[in-house]
């Protein structure tokens, strides 16, 4: 498909708007494409409802109408076999051709498809039997930009990889092109599975809201069998603060990747990117941030504490108690506890590691250290 002949960046996360779709070369359609129940098919299974020849593009200003002998026999033998083809053009500029492949696209009684003239005025495939698979709305109920997806299916599931595009925490809508199985979202960041609360079964689709963290992604996954919908509650976690940590922390450095040898105390968090001392501003590698907290409240079974760090650069370690609780990188950036917590005196450690950008700002700073 020329690649949706997209040239702009903002075009490029999900430019058909429910629709997957794949670009192949000349030689992977004379060669293996067939078709199976008016389906183009693939030795790798991948499965196509519709095949697009497209128009002049940037990489390629000819026209659809100039087309080798072998493609356009391939195209008529691919129609004949039961494919649908939208395509800009008929092969003028191959003798003969051009009449057989209309003759097809008129209703050629060995043809078992059907070839479509561009162009289709439509917003949807609705018409040639193409439903969208994946519509994604705002609370306003239009199309939700930035969200990219891809689906893989199998006999006995789905999987939808869904991904936010914006820095920014969103709640989206879904419908997917699949009924009657029970949707789980799949954390990619800790393996978490949870079975979605609220969902609905309507028109062969399920429909479910979903929350997305800035720039976060989940895997929808859909395999056990179920004929009702639930409705539950909210399909996601919500958090409330229990403790503020406001004491003094203990910062040390690494003095053997320039940092000062002795620990600073801080009563606020800040860039140390921006502090006044160069061996703190163009330092480059891992900090230490000490507290010690009192903790006295009990967790019930189903309830987990986690630590909100809030937002820093690039990677932390978090450790109570001598325990280690994982590692963050990305939103939401908190870090689940539970396991090292204790009632009474509690020491924190969360270990702060940035990349190379300080220390390589440094080099090239006069008077730097």
Same mark, same amino acid.
């Given at each position: ?12 996360v ?6 997957? $779709? ?14 199976? %129940? ?9 499965? $196509? ?8 593009? %940037? ?5 659809? @109408? ?14 004949? !076999? ?16 051009n ?6 696209g ?70 997917? *092109? ?18 979605? %609360? ?6 062969? *689709? ?22 009702? @919908? ?21 910062v040390?450095? !690494?003095s ?9 105390m ?16 163009y $330092? ?13 409240? @009990?967790?019930?079974?189903?309830? %987990? ?18 325990i ?8 939401? $950036? ?28 440094g080099?090239?700073?006069p008077?730097?250290?």
């Open positions: 498909t020329s690649s949706a002949n997209m040239s702009l960046p903002e075009n490029w999900d430019p058909l708007q429910g629709y997957a $779709y794949d670009s192949f070369n000349r030689d992977a359609l004379l060669r293996l494409a067939k078709v199976n %129940k008016g389906r183009i098919v693939f030795p790798g299974g991948a499965s $196509y409802g519709l095949l697009v020849m497209p128009g002049s593009t %940037k990489m390629s200003p000819e026209d659809g @109408s100039l087309m080798s002998i072998e493609v356009a026999d391939r195209i008529k033998q691919l129609v004949n !076999d039961g494919a649908t083809i939208l395509i800009n053009g008929f092969p003028n500029a191959s003798p003969g051709l009449n057989n492949l209309k003759a097809n008129a209703g050629n009684a060995e043809a078992k498809g059907r070839i479509i003239k561009i162009p289709y005025q439509q917003e949807k495939f609705d018409d040639l039997g193409l439903v969208r698979d994946f519509i994604v709305t705002d609370s306003t109920t239009h199309h939700a930009k930035d969200i990219t997806w891809t689906h893989r299916t199998d006999l006995n599931f789905d999987i939808y990889f869904i991904s936010n595009q914006q820095d920014r925490q969103r709640v989206i809508n879904l419908s997917l *092109r699949v009924a009657n199985r029970i949707p789980e979202i799949w954390d990619p960041l800790t393996g978490e599975i949870n079975q979605v %609360k609220t969902w609905q079964n309507l028109n062969n *689709r399920t429909n479910l809201i979903l929350q997305l963290e800035p720039s976060g992604s989940c895997f929808v996954v859909l395999r056990k069998h179920a004929q009702t @919908s639930s409705y539950r509650g909210k399909n996601w976690s919500e958090f409330e603060t229990v403790k503020t940590l406001t004491g003094t922390w203990k040390q450095f !690494d053997l990747s320039g940092g000062p040898v002795k620990p600073i801080l009563r606020e968090l800040t860039d140390w990117s921006r502090n006044e001392d160069p061996a703190i501003r $330092y480059s590698g891992t900090v230490d941030y000490e507290q010690s907290f009192t903790w006295n409240s @009990s967790v019930k079974d189903h309830q %987990k504490v986690w630590l909100d760090p809030g937002v820093f650069y690039n990677l932390a370690t978090v450790t109570i108690n001598g280690e609780c994982g590692i963050s990188w990305t939103p939401p $950036y908190r870090i689940d506890i539970t396991k090292a917590l204790h009632n009474g005196e509690n020491e924190l450690h969360i270990q702060i590691t940035n990349t190379w950008a300080n220390r390589l700002i080099d090239h700073t008077g730097a250290v």
